[in-house]
């Protein structure tokens, strides 16, 4: 992972999820959307991770492309925790731009494993 800087970067952000989620659901009693946040936030990382094992050309991409999605659905959820006040602005800005930066990561990667395709 240390090799591998989007993997590093979606581990420390899935950690971060799961710290929020933990906060959110012990101190706040929120449940059904720190559990979607839970859900998409560290589903990002996984999908890396399996990216990274791919066995093709086309499964990389897939498995990208899934991750990349997860990271536009945890900002939702982000935006949608942060607009009914269960988290702080300052903390699910922060959130929300590391989603940001992931996902123009996978963007990037997407656009360049794509380009033969079209």
Do not use: C, H
Request: aromatic residues 10%; glycine residues 4%.
């Amino acid at each position: 992972m240390k090799d591998n800087p989007l993997e590093r970067k979606s581990y420390e952000f899935a950690l971060n999820v799961v710290l929020i989620y933990k906060k959110l659901s012990e101190e706040q009693n929120e449940y059904v959307l720190s559990k979607q946040l839970l859900r998409s936030g560290t589903s990002n990382g996984a999908n890396i991770s399996e990216a990274n094992g791919a066995i093709s050309k086309a499964d990389f991409s897939a498995k990208i492309s899934i991750a990349y999605k997860e990271s536009l659905e945890t900002k939702y959820w982000l935006n949608l925790l942060k607009d009914s006040y269960y988290l702080a602005p300052q903390t699910a800005n922060q959130l929300i731009s590391d989603a940001d930066e992931l996902s123009k990561i996978m963007f990037a990667i997407l656009k360049t494993t794509r380009l033969g395709k079209e």
